[in-house]
């Protein structure tokens, strides 16, 4: 007879939660030591996450991984761990949008007319119209996408 009140886990879907652990774990060891320091972890799974980031060869680095994923299986939830990656993920995309943001508004300000320069004061006034027309200008004469322009842009941007 079987227990019904225990619940059954196929071979299958415990080695998929095995290697979900350990892309976990994979992704912490590639974390920068800042974030990772922001991350509820144990003293047991740090000291081994900040050892397979010194292992130099593959196979040790990959064992290690392996160890990894099982002191991830005795963390009891895995969900605090996995909300500041995910954290972490989002604010990733946001800087890499808010990049992107600034730079269309370069390349849209070059190529365009005084419309886009006022659509663009419109939305940002703190901008100073003589300022960023002479930045347009000269971004302009070069003829390539210019760095002061787009670090004036994005300290109007990020305010």
């Keep these: 007879m079987q227990d019904d009140s225990v619940p059954f886990d196929s071979k299958s879907k415990r080695k998929r939660d095995m290697i979900a652990l350990q892309k976990i774990g994979e992704i912490l060891v590639e974390l920068p030591a800042a974030q990772l320091s922001k991350v509820p972890l144990d003293s047991a799974l740090l000291e081994a996450i900040i050892a397979a980031r010194t292992l130099p060869s593959h196979g040790a680095k990959r064992r290690q991984l392996q160890y990894i994923g099982r002191l991830m299986r005795d963390v009891e939830d895995v969900t605090p761990i996995q909300a500041a990656i995910d954290k972490f993920a989002l604010k990733s995309q946001q800087g ?59 300290g109007l941007i990020d305010i």
Excluded: C, S
Aim: aromatic letters at 10%; a positive charge; glycine letters at 6%.
């Design 96 to 154: 890499k949008a808010k990049f992107h943001q600034i730079e269309r508004w370069r390349d849209k300000l070059v190529a365009g007319e005084d419309e886009v320069m006022q659509e663009f004061l419109l939305q940002y006034p703190q901008g100073e119209r003589q300022r960023l027309r002479q930045l347009v200008r000269n971004a302009k004469k070069k003829g390539t996408p210019d760095k002061v322009l787009f670090q004036y842009l994005k």
